[in-house]
């Protein structure tokens, strides 16, 4: 299984600033994916990190509130722009290789917005 | 209805005894299952996953499909304190590599 490192681990932002948060596996990946889960809840996707191309957002995110980069096959970044206290949550990187469909997640960044 | 189902808990298992957890879905089509565990504070670890009908063993885990019944089950034997977590089911449906999360199933094992 893949390892998945994400930094920061924690931070805590005003309102209205912006957060990128850093996920590197240590092989070779081909999906990538960032989830949110919001205090006592399950987990929610939030989008597919495409290698080279745009992410696929899902329902109720959208690219600028959410963008995403995926340079390569091994680190995504997801950046949650102008923050409200909603948005405070622990967001989740997880990384698979396709034709094998399981996923391994990273530790996770929790944010605070206050 | 929701597209995964889990009963939320908390399921109290006394130390020793079988934890048994289930799962339903919505999508027929579905093909992957997954059961997640997640520690308080932590992130979730895959632990088991399964792909046809039938059991699927690995040590204490065993999760059962049927398909016909849109449901899976995750049995924990020998149940011991440190399985005290919240046990994710996740689903693949049938187009994509998408994983949609059930709410999660909190165990406590009781010495």
């Known amino acids: 299984s893949a390892v998945i490192s994400q930094k920061p681990s924690r931070d805590i932002c005003q309102r209205g600033t912006s957060l990128t948060i850093q996920c590197q596996v240590d092989s070779q990946v081909t999906m990538m994916f960032w989830y949110r889960q919001q205090p006592g809840q399950s987990l929610t996707l939030i989008a597919t990190a495409n290698q080279g191309s745009e992410a696929t957002y899902e329902s109720g995110f959208v690219i600028d509130k959410f963008p995403i980069s995926r340079p390569n096959l091994t680190f995504s970044t997801l950046t949650v722009s102008n923050m409200s206290p909603e948005d405070s949550s622990i967001y989740l990187c997880?990384?698979?290789?396709?034709?094998?469909?399981?996923?391994?997640f990273g530790p996770g960044t929790r944010l605070t917005v206050t | 209805q929701k597209e995964v189902e889990q009963n939320s808990g908390p399921l109290s298992v006394p130390e020793g005894a079988i934890a048994s957890l289930n799962c339903t879905y919505s999508d027929r089509g579905s093909q992957s299952f997954f059961w997640y565990r997640q520690y308080s504070g932590k992130s979730p670890e895959l632990i088991m996953s399964i792909y046809s009908n039938g059991d699927k063993e690995d040590g204490r885990f065993t999760a059962q499909l049927n398909k016909a019944s849109q449901y899976v089950s995750l049995l924990i034997r020998d149940s011991q304190p440190s399985d005290s977590a919240t046990y994710l089911c996740?689903?693949?449906?049938?187009?994509?590599?998408?994983?949609?999360f059930g709410g999660g199933t909190r165990v406590l094992v009781k010495p």
């Open positions: 996740a689903v693949i449906k049938a187009a994509g590599n998408k994983l949609t």
């Open positions: 997880s990384a698979g290789t396709s034709g094998e469909y399981e996923q391994y």
